[in-house]
């Protein structure tokens, strides 16, 4: 299969996770649930969970096994998005074409949404019946999910952005904004679909976090290029120099890794 059909199949894979394991929007609290299905079955390009899902494919690892923790992946980030629209944060009125989570319905239902997705996603990596095969597993799931979020994670990060934003202070460095607000959850789907294959050596899993790290900051450099507001000056030659680096990384196992070169060649050479 190609490689656009695989990754529109993936996108298509990762809906329907998260169309059943959502709650129901009639369910109560009614108005949360519906507002929590509406962060996260609003579009995207779904590149964590795909990203996800192609890694443990490379170890024979089959979707119904990777669907659930790529759902976990897509309400995190459907999480940091809500907040970060938030007026506090960014101040963001439309997300994807469409009214922002605090916009469609409050400020204080967007917060509890935010807040709901993330114990959500852990749920998912704890108690999900497709995963139950793994419950040796399932503290070294949900500690890499935690550590990529957390203070030393993707909020550590967006608390450098904000600082850097008001203060301006000029011993904050842009890498370290970037590793930890971006970076660390895509290395996190890297290490997730890695974690829940039988196959992986200790010595790939390593060569892999590497990798999703490297994928992880040129995608943040590409999102860089593309904003006019970019903290760095050379985006797009830092972006090029983390995709050499992730395939560097992938070139060096004994897999086929096809599908993670061109998922690394697609960060730097998409258009949004």
């Given at each position: 299969?190609?490689?656009?059909?695989?990754?529109?199949?993936?996108?298509?894979?990762?809906?329907?996770?998260?169309?059943?394991?959502?709650?129901?929007?009639?369910?109560?609290?009614?108005?949360?649930?519906?507002?929590?299905?509406?962060?996260?079955?609003?579009?995207?390009?779904r590149f964590?969970?795909?990203l996800?899902?192609?890694?443990?494919?490379?170890?024979?690892?089959?979707?119904?096994?990777?669907?659930?923790?790529?759902?976990?992946?897509?309400?995190?980030?459907a999480?940091?998005?809500?907040?970060?629209?938030?007026?506090?944060?960014?101040?963001?009125?439309?997300?994807?074409?469409?009214?922002?989570?605090?916009?469609?319905?409050?400020?204080?239902?967007a917060?509890?949404?935010?807040?709901?997705?993330?114990?959500?996603?852990f749920?998912?990596?704890?108690?999900?019946?497709?995963?139950?095969?793994?419950?040796?597993?399932?503290?070294?799931?949900?500690?890499?999910?935690?550590?990529?979020?957390?203070?030393?994670?993707?909020?550590?990060?967006?608390?450098?952005?904000?600082?850097?934003?008001?203060?301006?202070?000029?011993?904050?460095?842009?890498?370290?904004?970037?590793?930890?607000?971006?970076?660390?959850?895509?290395?996190?789907?890297?290490?997730?679909?890695?974690?829940?294959?039988?196959?992986?050596?200790?010595?790939?899993?390593?060569?892999?976090?590497?990798?999703?790290?490297?994928?992880?900051?040129?995608?943040?450099?590409?999102?860089?290029?593309?904003?006019?507001?970019?903290?760095?000056?050379?985006?797009?030659?830092?972006a090029?120099?983390?995709?050499?680096r992730?395939?560097?990384?992938?070139?060096?196992?004994?897999?086929?890794?096809?599908?993670?070169?061109?998922?690394?060649?697609?960060?730097?050479?998409?258009?949004?």
């Amino acid at each position: 299969m190609s490689f656009p059909l695989e990754w529109s199949r993936l996108q298509d894979a990762t809906v329907t996770a998260l169309e059943e394991r959502l709650p129901p929007a009639s369910e109560p609290p009614a108005k949360l649930h519906e507002a929590m299905r509406y962060a996260t079955l609003n579009g995207g390009k779904r590149f964590r969970a795909v990203l996800l899902m192609m890694t443990g494919q490379m170890f024979g690892t089959g979707l119904e096994r990777l669907m659930a923790p790529a759902a976990a992946v897509e309400c995190v980030h459907a999480y940091s998005l809500v907040h970060d629209d938030l007026p506090c944060m960014d101040d963001d009125d439309y997300r994807r074409g469409m009214p922002s989570c605090h916009k469609q319905y409050d400020e204080a239902t967007a917060v509890l949404v935010g807040d709901a997705l993330q114990a959500f996603a852990f749920q998912i990596l704890s108690s999900d019946e497709s995963l139950v095969n793994l419950k040796d597993k399932s503290g070294r799931l949900v500690s890499i999910l935690a550590g990529a979020i957390g203070s030393k994670g993707m909020t550590g990060g967006q608390a450098l952005d904000i600082e850097f934003e008001i203060n301006g202070v000029s011993t904050i460095d842009p890498f370290s904004v970037n590793r930890l607000k971006t970076a660390k959850l895509i290395q996190a789907s890297v290490c997730l679909g890695a974690c829940v294959s039988d196959a992986v050596t200790e010595q790939e899993y390593r060569v892999l976090s590497d990798y999703g790290e490297c994928v992880g900051l040129a995608f943040q450099y590409r999102d860089d290029q593309l904003d006019d507001d970019a903290l760095e000056d050379n985006p797009h030659e830092k972006a090029s120099t983390m995709r050499d680096r992730a395939l560097s990384a992938i070139r060096t196992l004994d897999r086929d890794t096809q599908n993670l070169e061109k998922l690394a060649e697609f960060v730097v050479s998409r258009s949004m």
